[in-house]
């Protein structure tokens, strides 16, 4: 039986929602449609570079959508379809969680507290380089995903250090920060909180597939002093 083309491109493209890339999303529906396949099988289905296949399916395996089989040659085959649903959806209770809290912090008189989600991994990534660029003084990054950001946003980093932006990393110890940046060191992080200038401010799940933004200043004070905080525990 022929895989429904149509069908897949439907389901990937909303797999993006999960935070996979173009090709995970692709990778992991027709692992779907086979059940059990080799990285080949899955990139002919996936119309994706069969150089390509063997990187896309252990980041698939690493995220919690795939498994490997024992034995040889390497096969894969998908996780628990309720496991997936399970781990998402805990992940996105938490960003709301977060969110909420962070909103009950201001009165209920004031400024207006809006706050956006984003979804999908390359649209998260989009708000960071934006934040990035607009930022005229000082950002503050606390991140577990240090190197997924200093790879995906190294122009945007680079840019803002040669404008004499202050760029500063929270992140566990053993991770790698971008040169001529200032790093504070913390174990324990979950999702990654970023605030630009005290007037911006991120909040990202801890897959980085979906975040709130605010322009907020009161709620970017909060973030900003909430990183601070961390700061100042871990030394």
């Known amino acids: ?27 992991f529906a027709a692992l779907v449609y086979h059940g059990v396949a080799n990285a080949d099988t899955v990139a002919d289905t996936a119309k994706i570079p069969r150089t390509s296949a063997y990187k ?19 096969m894969f085959k998908p996780e628990d379809m309720d496991r997936i649903r399970s781990d998402f959806e805990n992940k996105l209770q938490e960003l709301f969680t977060n969110l909420k809290g962070l909103q009950d912090m201001l009165p209920s008189k004031g400024e207006p507290q809006l706050i956006y989600t984003i979804y999908g991994t390359q649209k998260v990534f989009d708000k960071l ?3 990035f660029n607009l930022t005229e003084s000082e950002i503050f990054v606390c991140t577990a995903k240090v190197r997924e ?11 803002a ?13 053993n991770k790698r920060v971008p040169q001529n940046t200032e790093v504070y060191r913390k174990d324990g992080l979950i999702a990654t909180d970023v605030v630009s200038d005290q007037t911006r401010a991120l909040i990202g799940d801890p897959e980085l597939g979906a975040c709130g933004y605010s322009d907020n200043p009161s709620l970017a004070l909060h973030v900003y002093q909430f990183i601070n905080m961390i700061i100042q525990n871990g030394m």
């Open 56 to 74: 896309v399916m252990e980041s698939l395996v690493q995220k919690g959508f795939a498994k490997e089989t024992d034995g040889r040659p390497r």
């Open 161 to 173: 250090i040669k404008r004499g932006v202050r760029v500063v990393f929270v992140t566990p110890p």
């Open 1 to 27: 039986m022929e895989a429904n083309t149509e069908q897949l491109s439907r389901i990937h493209e909303m797999l993006k929602i999960l935070g996979l890339s173009s090709y995970e999303a692709q990778g």
């Open 129 to 131: 380089a934006e934040m």
């Open 149 to 159: 950001v200093r790879t995906e946003l190294k122009k945007e980093i680079d840019n």
